[in-house]
């Protein structure tokens, strides 16, 4: 659920007056938008139109308002949809094959219900972006996540969204930083289910892609990727998440001598 500060999309059921779709560009699964009051069945068709990617259920009715820049599309999505909960599945080759539309609001999913790599089509999607997107897309099902300290300064409550934390990865502030880190990671191990997904993604990948993996989360955020990797290790409570953390720096330092050695 985003915070309704951060809630781009204005959904308003009936809407009257709704203007036309000003822009929406879909480029490496990246969505560019500028929409004002603009009906959700027309921005969902023209994703459609430009993905290629095939529609299951039927857009929410109301409209929205938006202006995004080559925002990932699950985020710019959420951003669009609100609480309404859908679902990207991405071929071998990386592209996006179906955007589901479930129409009911997000709501974490049973422990019976299988892991994320079923889930999300991620068993199928190969390695690489693809199944990078699956873990990104695993937040948006999430529900809200407690937050102390300085994030509850920052948030005004004892919960913010996953949206919320995120970004505070990307804070200037180290100590928010770490916190924002040491919260995500604490958040998905008390969860069962996110937990159990966590664990799959982990083993199905090997310490390389898992290191290029980390060293794009890093890029995202402007850090650096054995400083990350090294607070998601003394945050997790979890064994076998440490020990793959520990192989993350020790292929990082490896990479290192190697791109050293070779200028």
Same mark, same amino acid.
């Given at each position: 659920? !985003? %915070?309704?500060a951060?809630?781009?999309?204005?959904?308003?059921?009936?809407?009257?007056?709704?203007a036309?779709?000003?822009?929406?560009?879909?480029r490496?699964?990246? !969505?560019? !938008?500028?929409?004002h009051?603009?009906?959700l069945?027309?921005?969902?068709?023209?994703?459609?139109?430009?993905s290629?990617?095939?529609? %299951?259920?039927?857009?929410?009715?109301?409209?929205?308002?938006?202006?995004?820049?080559?925002?990932p599309?699950?985020?710019?999505?959420?951003?669009?949809l609100?609480?309404r +909960?859908?679902?990207?599945?991405?071929?071998?080759?990386?592209?996006?094959?179906?955007?589901e539309?479930?129409?009911? #609001?997000?709501?974490?999913?049973?422990?019976?219900?299988?892991?994320?790599?079923?889930?999300?089509?991620?068993?199928?999607a190969?390695?690489?972006?693809?199944?990078?997107?699956?873990?990104?897309?695993?937040?948006?099902?999430?529900? #809200?996540?407690?937050v102390?300290g300085?994030?509850?300064?920052?948030?005004?409550s004892?919960?913010?969204?996953?949206?919320?934390?995120l970004?505070?990865?990307?804070a200037?502030?180290r100590?928010?930083?770490?916190?924002?880190?040491?919260?995500?990671?604490?958040?998905?191990?008390?969860?069962?289910?996110?937990?159990?997904s966590?664990?799959?993604?982990?083993?199905?990948?090997?310490?390389?892609?898992?290191?290029?993996?980390?060293?794009?989360m890093?890029?995202?955020?402007?850090?650096?990727?054995?400083?990350?990797?090294?607070?998601?290790?003394?945050? +997790?409570?979890?064994?076998?998440?440490?020990?793959?953390?520990?192989?993350?720096?020790?292929?990082l330092?490896?990479?290192?001598?190697?791109a050293?050695?070779?200028?």
């Amino acid at each position: 659920m !985003l %915070r309704p500060a951060l809630v781009i999309a204005l959904l308003v059921a009936g809407s009257v007056g709704a203007a036309p779709l000003e822009r929406l560009e879909y480029r490496d699964d990246k !969505l560019t !938008l500028r929409a004002h009051d603009t009906p959700l069945e027309e921005i969902v068709d023209a994703l459609k139109r430009q993905s290629g990617a095939e529609v %299951r259920g039927t857009a929410p009715g109301g409209a929205a308002s938006a202006e995004i820049d080559a925002m990932p599309l699950g985020e710019a999505l959420a951003r669009v949809l609100g609480e309404r +909960s859908f679902t990207l599945t991405y071929g071998e080759d990386g592209r996006l094959k179906t955007i589901e539309l479930k129409g009911g #609001p997000v709501a974490k999913r049973s422990a019976t219900e299988p892991a994320l790599a079923s889930h999300r089509g991620d068993r199928d999607a190969g390695k690489g972006p693809a199944r990078w997107q699956a873990i990104a897309n695993k937040f948006t099902d999430a529900g #809200p996540v407690p937050v102390t300290g300085v994030l509850r300064q920052a948030a005004g409550s004892d919960t913010a969204s996953w949206d919320f934390v995120l970004r505070m990865t990307n804070a200037k502030d180290r100590t928010v930083k770490t916190e924002a880190i040491r919260t995500g990671v604490r958040a998905v191990e008390d969860d069962a289910d996110m937990r159990e997904s966590l664990l799959t993604i982990l083993r199905s990948m090997d310490d390389q892609e898992l290191t290029t993996f980390v060293r794009a989360m890093a890029g995202s955020i402007n850090d650096d990727p054995e400083w990350i990797i090294k607070e998601i290790a003394r945050a +997790s409570r979890t064994a076998e998440v440490r020990s793959r953390a520990h192989d993350v720096v020790r292929q990082l330092r490896v990479d290192q001598r190697a791109a050293a050695g070779s200028t």
